[in-house]
């Protein structure tokens, strides 16, 4: 088919790519800026950011290596954000059971709905995961433990490993850190691997893939369920953080909060997605005293930077740099 797709698909396995200098160098970057970050900038809102980083890492794994969107992955962020949120409040378990508990409820989710949904393709697998994720949101609204319209309040932060006090601002903000570093690496590990060129195959060519040997549905399906189970913990921290879970993260709209952070950041790019989640958050942040204009502002800017960075802040930065990030 094309230069790109002979070698993803050339070979009987693939290669495993190694780790590029300039991406140990911005993930050393990025880190350093993070660790320093809370001391400069409102801490609530950089845990905000790195939730929602963590949750578009996830879902570009998807649309950007696997070639799937998505519509309905606020499914995943919001059941484990309840699911955590019931664990720690009603069953007192401890945060990181519960962070887990929810994570382990996306999973499943994860995979009951990618075997589904998986062997649809285009609009139709956009459309599909879409009505999954509204008889998610409408099951959030009328469960009697999700609290409906009020959601789950007061939920309690506990001592993660009975150690550290999750109510201290601080210690909280680097455990968050920690567990978006800890997802940003997984999802690394998995696009830098046989099973991650693989993908890339399925993506370029799906019938030479499948001639090769490869099982193509097994393997989206894998990446589906891997998306989904980030998407879960980054939902599950998200409801730690903030003590509550609510049908917000449920709801379409963060569906599409979510392309939107992809596509601004660079699609198909690693750290894309994590600089388009910080540029949304931070316009919702600064400009929420427009109030109601907050949504046509919004929409005007990232209309501008869609049209001047066709690849995304990260994709033209890596154009430019000509070096892949």
């Not at 094309?2 to 200098?21: F, K, L, R, W």
């Not at 998200?238 to 449920?250: E, I, P, R």
């Not at 600089?275 to 949304?280: D, E, P, T």
Request: net charge positive; charged share 10%.
């Amino acid at each position: 088919m094309t230069a790109t797709t002979d070698q993803y698909v050339g070979a009987t396995m693939p290669a495993v790519t190694g780790v590029s200098a300039p991406h140990v160098i911005a993930f050393l970057v990025m880190t350093t800026a993070l660790v320093a970050a809370p001391f400069f900038v409102y801490p609530v809102f950089l845990m905000k950011a790195l939730c929602l980083a963590l949750f578009a890492c996830a879902f570009n794994l998807l649309i950007g290596y696997v070639g799937l969107l998505s519509f309905g992955h606020a499914a995943f962020l919001g059941a484990a954000g309840y699911v955590s949120a019931h664990s720690a409040k009603v069953w007192g378990l401890p945060p990181e059971l519960a962070i887990l508990a929810g994570t382990a409820t996306a999973a499943g989710l994860g995979l009951v709905i990618g075997a589904l949904t998986i062997r649809s393709r285009g609009i139709y697998f956009a459309n599909i995961t879409l009505a999954f994720a509204q008889m998610v949101f409408f099951f959030s609204v009328q469960a009697k433990f999700t609290g409906g319209e009020d959601g789950i309040q007061a939920v309690p932060q506990g001592r993660l490993l009975g150690v550290l006090d999750l109510q201290q601002t601080y210690t909280l903000y680097f455990v968050v850190l920690a567990i978006f570093l800890i997802g940003f690496l997984v999802v690394y590990r998995a696009i830098h691997s046989p099973f991650g060129q693989v993908l890339k195959a399925v993506r370029e060519n799906e019938p030479r893939a499948i001639s090769l040997g490869y099982r193509a549905e097994h393997y989206k399906l894998m990446a589906f369920v891997l998306s989904a189970t980030l998407s879960g913990l980054a939902g599950g921290t998200k409801a730690l953080v903030f003590q509550l879970a609510s049908l917000t993260d449920v709801h379409w709209t963060m569906s599409g909060e979510v392309v939107l952070m992809t596509l601004l950041g660079g699609l198909g790019t690693v750290f894309g997605p994590a600089v388009g989640a910080f540029i949304v958050i931070g316009l919702e942040h600064w400009l929420a005293q427009l109030g109601s204009w907050l949504t046509i502002v919004q929409g005007a800017i990232f209309v501008v930077c869609v049209l001047t960075f066709r690849r995304g802040v990260v994709g033209e930065l890596s154009r430019l740099l000509r070096k892949p990030l």
